[in-house]
Nanobody
């Protein structure tokens, strides 16, 4: 069974940076499409889960939400079974619980902005950006 464990969240001032990590186990990471989503405060889990970024199995092709393009970078290390989200120039509106997600079968990003694309989810890590 695939398990995803996020880390790296915390409290940061506006303009600062954080790097999130998501450790993958129990499956074949190198062939999995990986994504990051976030859920802002006050929104129930499973509702209003906002797409942030995705990366296909090789790490070459990535896709970003317009709200984070140019500030966030998704990457993966297939030797460490880990996907990263480097977040720079953080804004208060980036405050949310960030979760990583994995799909083990679709070797492409078509549809990767939709939460239903993914089979597995982590528990999430809190990111709080103060103004």
């Amino acid at each position: 069974q695939v398990q995803l464990v996020e880390s790296g969240g915390g409290l940061v001032q506006a303009g600062g940076s954080l790097r999130l990590s998501c450790a993958f186990s129990g499956g074949t990471f190198s062939s999995s499409t990986m994504g990051w989503f976030r859920q802002a405060p006050g929104k129930e889990r499973g509702k209003e889960r906002e797409f942030v970024a995705a990366v296909e199995w090789s790490g070459i092709t990535t896709y970003y939400a317009d709200s984070v393009k140019g500030r966030f970078t998704i990457s993966r290390d297939n030797t460490k079974n880990t996907v990263y989200l480097q977040m720079n120039s953080l804004k208060p509106e980036d405050t949310a619980v960030y979760s990583c997600a994995a799909d083990a079968h679709k070797l492409q990003l078509l549809g990767a902005t939709n939460p239903t694309f993914y089979e597995y989810w982590g528990q999430g890590t809190q990111v709080t950006v103060s103004s």
